[in-house]
């Protein structure tokens, strides 16, 4: 029984791409400080200039419901307004994200994470919807922490359990705000901002996370427009908050206008997880049109010796989980067309290597592969793009010939064979030496020379036009040192 569910648990990994969501909520930090800053590449240097060219950016995101901390980050983890006290002491009345994940998709407690930097966000690892609550809770790590401890706790909760989907709350942002210092609250978007780009670096370089997570940066509401020391009514100020979304299945380098909420979020996130948000009253941010494809370009190629070296690039990528080198031997599929609708499927192609993609980026991002010591012989070479949803679509091909200096003394049949009247004879030689062709009729009487000098070692060809000769059949044969070899051949007018 065990050994079974082993299996079973190793096809499950097998076919499905492990997906990751984080989402990391800076408390009470304002548009205007952010993403709307005057030089944000001083407030936010490392969202700005790092990371939003990797990601997607939503201009118009907004709270709509009670810009308050706790009311926020459960509308965040919802997909609903609400309406709860901001002191700690009512939870979500709508499940969040964490029920709906684990009840759907039997995901474990440790799967999912509250990393929180003030006590009184303990109420979001559940709602209290009877149907839901606490047997689905999130594993939950809180206090009054500063901004470089909930890090400190957060990499640590990533790094002993791997979960799947997190919140984080960074708190010193909004505590600053509320302290009336624009110096303190100011560093203190700055030091968050590196903050974020550590995390952002942890899970680029992460094997578990690597490829697999998303990671949405957003706020739980802003500050007034006219007074940064304070929040909680409907101003501009207090209701227009950052989102940056960057990592699996987010376009890079996009920016999005169009008005969006933040009970956007748990439907995406339920999209990104495969879990329904049933009772969200948003829908996901994506939309169908949503994702572009990996976009490959020049495919080519360059040999040392029989080693094929492949060279492309990628214009952008979108969840390119990898690329898969074919080869093909005397293809007879030449157009496009063909080989789009035969596919993999066609038993000409055989897989000789693969090459990791880089999952989503909008960089020209260059790859190799070497095929090594190919035999002589004329070969195609195409990549099979693939997503990590496994969807694929395939390269332009390559003709690659390679044309080793023959180990033995050869001589080809002609062709054509029979012929009408010029043929080609080839023959490969070892090593330089006089090489005579010469041609013969059925009787024995040499008929032609076609030649008679130095030739190097490789691969020749010479042509015979038998224009003045009568049908029948001839003999050619050829001499290079001790090699000599005859064969015929059939002229047919
Ligand atoms: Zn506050
Ligand atoms: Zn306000």
Redesign the pocket.
């Known amino acids: 029984m065990k050994i079974k569910l082993f299996i079973l648990l190793l096809f499950i990994i097998d076919i499905s791409v492990a997906q990751n969501a984080i989402i990391v909520v800076v408390?009470?930090a304002r548009f205007t400080e952010t993403f709307g800053a005057t030089n944000p590449d001083s407030t936010i240097p490392h969202l700005w200039n790092d990371l939003m060219p990797l990601g997607t950016v939503y201009n118009n995101f907004y709270n709509s419901g009670i810009t308050?901390?706790n009311p926020g980050h459960a509308t965040l983890l919802t997909g609903t307004w609400q309406t709860i006290a901001n002191d700690g002491s009512q939870r979500p009345t709508s499940p969040t994200v964490f029920e709906y994940f684990r009840k759907e998709k039997s995901a474990l407690e440790s799967e999912n994470y509250v990393v929180a930097g003030k006590t009184k966000l303990t109420i979001l690892t559940n709602s209290d919807d009877p149907d839901y609550g606490a047997a689905y809770m999130a594993s939950d790590i809180h206090g009054d922490l500063t901004d470089d401890e909930v890090y400190v706790n957060l990499i640590a909760a990533m790094d002993a359990d791997h979960p799947k989907l997190i919140l984080v709350n960074f708190p010193s942002v909004?505590r600053a705000?509320?302290a009336g210092n624009r110096d303190d609250y100011l560093s203190a978007i700055t030091n968050v901002d590196n903050l974020i780009y550590q995390l952002w670096y942890k899970i680029a370089n992460d094997p578990y996370y690597k490829n697999t997570t998303t990671l949405f940066i957003t706020n739980d509401?802003g500050r007034h427009t006219t007074d940064f020391s304070?929040?909680?009514d409907d101003c501009e100020g207090c209701r227009h908050l950052m989102l940056l979304a960057l990592g699996r299945k987010i376009i890079p380098g996009k920016i999005v206008s169009e008005k969006k909420y933040q009970t956007a979020l748990a439907p995406t996130i339920g999209e990104l997880l495969s879990f329904t948000t049933t009772g969200a009253g948003d829908s996901s941010l994506f939309d169908a049109s949503y994702l572009p494809a990996t976009e490959m370009k020049y495919l080519t190629y360059h040999l040392i010796d029989s080693d094929v070296i492949l060279n492309w690039e990628t214009k952008i990528e979108i969840n390119n989980y990898g690329f898969e080198v074919e080869r093909s031997q005397n293809s007879m599929i030449t157009k496009l067309q063909d080989w789009k609708s035969n596919g993999s499927q066609n038993p000409n192609w055989v897989k000789v290597g693969f090459v990791d993609g880089n999952g989503s980026s909008n960089l020209m991002n260059d790859y190799s592969f070497v095929d090594k010591s190919v035999p002589s012989g004329r070969y195609y070479y195409r990549l099979k793009q693939i997503d990590d949803d496994r969807k694929y679509r395939f390269s332009k091909q390559v003709e690659v010939v390679i044309n080793k200096l023959p180990a033995y003394f050869l001589l080809v049949q002609n062709y054509p064979n029979p012929f009408n009247p010029i043929t080609t004879i080839e023959f490969a030689i070892p090593s330089a030496n006089i090489v005579q062709v010469k041609v013969f009729n059925i009787l024995g009487m040499e008929v032609a020379t076609l030649l008679n000098e130095l030739k190097q070692a490789g691969k020749h060809r010479v042509e015979f036009d038998a224009g003045n000769l009568a049908s029948g059949i001839y003999f050619y044969k050829v001499v290079s040192g001790d090699n000599l070899e005859t064969k015929k051949m059939i002229l047919l007018k």
């Open positions: 408390d009470g308050t901390t909004d705000g509320h509401h304070s929040h909680g």
